[in-house]
C-alpha cells in the first residue's frame, strides 16, 4: 500500500494531538508538512515528527500535489475557508470541532467537499473514545431499557486563555463563543451518538470570571428534549481548578449507566435484566485511562478511523451533516440563553 501523505494546518494544541496520533500509524500515514503562520510553533511540532516540513502559508500547502490528506487544527472562524480551499485541491479533511461557527459555512463546507468527491470528517475525538462506543453497545442491547433522563458534564481551567486578549479562544469573532461553543458542541455530538436528535433547548450561558472584551461564556446550563422525550442537562465550565472531566449519567427504565472520564474503569453499571449481575454495579472491561491518557486514546481511535474511511472509501462516522447538527444545537442554545426562551429545531 502507498503511504499517505498528510499535512497538519495549525500547529497548536489539537495539532499537537494529531500529531502524536500520526506517529502511532507509520504503517498507514507519513506527516510530510505541518503549517502554521507562527513558525516557531510549526518548528516545535516537528522536534517529535522530525520527517515533516514546516511551511507558514496554508495555501502553498494545499497547492502541493504530494499531499494528500489536511488536517485542520485552526481557530474556529478558518474551519470553513480552509475546508472549501482544500477541497478545491482535492484533499481529503479531518476538521476540528466545531466544524464551523455558522451553519452557511457548515453547507459551504459540505457542498465543496462533495462536489470535489473528498471525505470530510469533523474531528470530534469523544465519538471514538472506547467507553463511549462501549456505553452505545450497552444501550443498543435494551441493559439500561428506555432512556428517559440524561445528565452530562465537561469541564476544566481555561482561565488563563479567557483572560488573554490576544487569544481567539472563546471570542465571540474568533470562536464563535465560549464555553459552550468549544465544549458544549463535544458533548452534543455524544448525545446525537447515544440517545439520538434533539428537538429543543433552554438555557443559561454567562461569563462569570473573564473580565476580557469580547470574551464569552465561560459557564454554562443547558436543558434539552430529545425527539424520543427524554430530558437532558448538560453543564459545562471552564472555570474548573481540577483537571480536565468528562461525565455521563443515562437513567433508563430498566437500569443506569453512570460514566466518567477520570475513573480508571470508566463505566459503571446497573440492570434490571435477568442474568448474574442482575440489580448489582458493574464496571465493564474498555480500555481507558483517566487524563490526559484519554486524550490520547480518543486522538488515536478518531484519526484510524479517518485513515480507515480514505483507505477503504468508507462513509466517516463523524461526518459534515453530523457536525452541523451538533453546531446547530449550540447556536440554539445561544439563543435560548439570550432571549430568555426555549428554542425549537428547525431544520430536521
Ligand atoms: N478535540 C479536542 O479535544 C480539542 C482540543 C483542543 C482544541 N480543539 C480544537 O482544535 C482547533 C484548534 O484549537 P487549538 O486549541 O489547537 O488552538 P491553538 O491556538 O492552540 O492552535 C491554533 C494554531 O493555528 C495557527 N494559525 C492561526 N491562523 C492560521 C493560519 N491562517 N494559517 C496557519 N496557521 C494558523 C495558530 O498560530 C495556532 O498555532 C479548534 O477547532 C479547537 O476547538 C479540539
Known amino acids: 500500500m502507498t503511504l499517505i501523505k498528510a499535512g497538519i494546518i495549525g500547529a497548536g494544541v489539537a495539532g499537537g494531538w494529531h500529531a502524536l496520533s500520526l506517529k502511532k500509524i507509520p504503517e498507514k500515514v507519513q506527516l510530510a508538512f505541518i503549517c502554521d503562520i507562527d513558525e516557531k510553533k510549526g518548528k516545535r511540532l516537528k522536534r517529535t515528527n522530525k520527517e515533516a516540513n514546516i511551511l507558514t502559508d496554508y495555501k502553498e500547502l494545499l497547492a502541493r500535489d504530494d499531499i494528500d490528506t489536511v ?8 474551519h470553513a475557508e480552509v475546508t472549501v480551499e482544500a477541497a478545491k485541491y482535492g484533499k481529503h479533511i479531518l476538521c476540528e470541532k466545531p466544524i464551523a461557527n455558522t451553519l452557511e459555512e457548515c453547507d ?12 470530510l470528517m469533523i474531528a470530534e475525538n469523544q465519538r ?3 467507553a463511549l462506543i462501549k456505553i452505545k453497545e450497552i444501550i443498543g442491547k435494551g441493559t439500561i431499557g428506555d432512556i428517559k433522563l440524561v445528565r452530562t458534564y465537561e469541564g476544566g481551567s481555561e482561565v488563563a486563555s479567557m483572560s ?6 472563546c471570542k465571540w469573532i474568533e470562536g464563535g463563543g465560549g464555553a459552550w461553543m468549544d465544549s458544549g458542541v463535544h458533548r452534543i455530538a455524544v448525545l446525537n451518538y447515544l440517545i439520538g436528535d434533539i428537538k429543543s433547548i433552554s438555557g443559561h450561558a454567562e461569563k462569570l470570571l473573564s473580565q476580557c472584551e469580547g470574551k464569552a461564556d465561560d459557564n454554562c446550563v443547558m436543558n434539552v428534549q430529545f425527539e424520543s422525550g427524554a430530558l437532558g442537562e448538560i453543564a459545562i465550565s471552564f472555570t474548573v481548578a481540577s483537571d480536565w472531566n468528562c461525565s455521563l449519567e443515562l437513567y433508563g427504565t430498566k437500569g443506569t449507566i453512570l460514566e466518567n472520564h477520570n475513573w480508571e474503569k470508566p463505566i459503571k453499571l446497573y440492570s434490571t435484566l435477568p442474568g448474574p449481575n442482575r440489580c448489582e454495579w458493574v464496571e465493564p472491561e474498555v480500555f481507558h485511562e483517566p487524563y490526559p491518557g ?10 484510524k478511523h479517518f485513515y480507515d474511511c480514505v483507505i477503504n472509501n468508507k462513509e ?12 446547530e ?3 440554539l442554545g445561544y439563543e435560548s440563553a439570550k432571549s430568555g ?4 429545531r428547525k431544520n430536521k
Open 329 to 331: 444545537i449550540v447556536l
Open 294 to 303: 484519554y486524550y490520547r486514546i480518543s486522538f488515536l481511535e478518531e484519526i
Open 341 to 344: 426562551k426555549r428554542i425549537y
Open 316 to 327: 466517516p462516522e463523524m461526518s459534515g451533516e453530523d457536525g452541523k447538527k451538533a453546531l
Open 164 to 169: 488573554d486578549p490576544n487569544s481567539w479562544k
Open 128 to 130: 471514538f473514545l472506547p
Open 108 to 119: 459551504k463546507m459540505i457542498e465543496a467537499t462533495k462536489k470535489a468527491g473528498v471525505k
Open 71 to 78: 488536517h485542520i487544527c485552526l481557530p474556529h472562524f478558518l
